[in-house]
């Protein structure tokens, strides 16, 4: 029992140490071309909005929203 707790409590900070680490892998060309689909994605939205098309409009919002967060997380120093 002891030995079980020894090695959990060895995987949980192993396991907490690398969710800390700089996860910078993507390079700076793929990087702009993420940014460039983030302002495409939010144009698109912005059409079908004003044409009513709400479905489509929420859509390319999420689809910008998620390229966004990628951005930040592997893009944004």
Known sequence: MKFMRFLMIGLLITNTAFAATNANNYPKETCQ????????FLYLADVQWKQGNETK????STASANYASIYQAVCKN
Not at 33 to 39: D, L, P, R, S, V
Not at 57 to 60: L, N, V
């Open 57 to 60: 409009a929420i859509f390319y």
């Open 33 to 40: 071309e993420i940014y460039k689909a983030i302002g495409t």
